[in-house]
């Protein structure tokens, strides 16, 4: 009489656990035999879809990748994070890179799209690497080519001048001076035959080595200096003087192309920083290109997906 209690409450317990599997039953397998249930009894588990409103959860994104085949696309969880990051991280990053690149640029041209490229893996941004560096090859290569020919002749028309061309002759001759005998020195003849016929400043070449050079094929009161001057049939261009000029032009003409491809060496480089710190501000800002390759991740069906496509 004592335990009753305990075998009424274990009775309980039996049947209520036998129906829970008979609702389990119903629910999984249907109606019972010989139940008709009409169709419309349904699963105390089974949620109804309708009370879930599925757009909420849909997420779009898309990845921009790297022009060209893609052979193993692979998703920078840091360039997601840069996305979402605060605007200060974003400009801090941006900054730096924009310093970088165009540091690297002053330095050599297409060296700071380089950099860029490895960071995005841009082939549009790689494409201009080697048009920067090739410009620049090119021109230190015209350069050193045009200044070496350039020196070379001006050695050239120096020896010759020093050898076909003299102070003494020229005082000499000069048709101010023989109406003196000759000229004593050149500063008597600069001081005496100054508004005299065929009169010209007289700078010597202890006082300015290029203005000396110049002048001697330059102006027509310097042809008395010249060695095949002949006062029985006078010319002003003779074949020395003649001869002197074209070295003195040829050289002048290499060297001042050397000039020029200096200062497109100047340009290019200049451009190549300012190219490259643009890039690198719209990489920063996520100004991307809208063509080109990307990945697309869309969960808007009862089952992620994955899709990679290029706009063009």
């Not at 209520?16 to 035999?33: E, K, N, Q, W, Y």
């Not at 640029?105 to 490229?117: K, V």
């Not at 350039?150 to 050695?155: A, V």
Request: include cysteine; aromatic fraction near 14%; glycine fraction near 8%.
């Amino acid at each position: 009489m004592a335990f009753r209690p305990l075998g009424c409450v274990l009775i309980g317990l039996l049947i209520a656990g036998s129906s829970l599997h008979a609702s389990a039953v119903v629910t999984r397998g249907g109606s019972p035999p010989g139940v008709n249930t009409g169709g419309t009894e349904r699963s105390v588990f089974e949620t109804a879809r309708g009370d879930f409103d599925l757009e909420s959860y849909r997420l779009r994104e898309t990845l921009k990748l790297p022009e060209g085949r893609i052979e193993h696309p692979v998703v920078s969880a840091s360039e997601i994070m840069l996305r979402h990051a605060p605007p200060s991280v974003v400009n801090q990053g941006r900054g730096k890179r924009v310093a970088i690149s165009v540091l690297c640029s002053a330095i050599l041209p297409g060296l700071g799209e380089l950099y860029l490229y490895l960071q995005s893996r841009d082939n549009a941004i790689l494409a201009r690497v080697p048009v920067f560096m090739a410009f620049e090859g090119y021109n230190w290569y015209a350069y050193k080519d045009n200044n070496d020919k350039g020196r070379d002749l001006k050695d050239q028309y120096v020896a010759f001048a020093d050898v076909h061309w003299s102070e003494e002759r020229f005082l000499q001759q000069h048709p101010c001076c023989s109406g003196y005998g000759e000229c004593p020195d050149w500063e008597f003849y600069n001081d005496e035959c100054n508004g005299e016929f065929d009169y010209f400043p007289y700078i010597p070449l202890h006082l300015d080595f290029e203005e000396y050079y110049e002048n001697l094929g330059k102006y027509d009161a310097f042809v008395y200096g010249w060695d095949d001057w002949d006062e029985m049939d006078p010319t002003y261009w003779t074949p020395n003087r003649t001869y002197y000029w074209s070295l003195r032009q040829d050289s002048n003409k290499h060297l001042s192309r050397a000039d020029d491809h200096v200062m497109l060496l100047i340009i290019n480089r200049v451009l190549s920083m300012i190219d490259a710190g643009w890039l690198a501000y719209r990489m920063g800002s996520g100004a991307d290109r809208q063509d080109g390759w990307s990945l697309n991740l869309h969960s808007n069906r009862a089952y992620p997906s994955m899709a990679i496509q290029y706009r063009f």
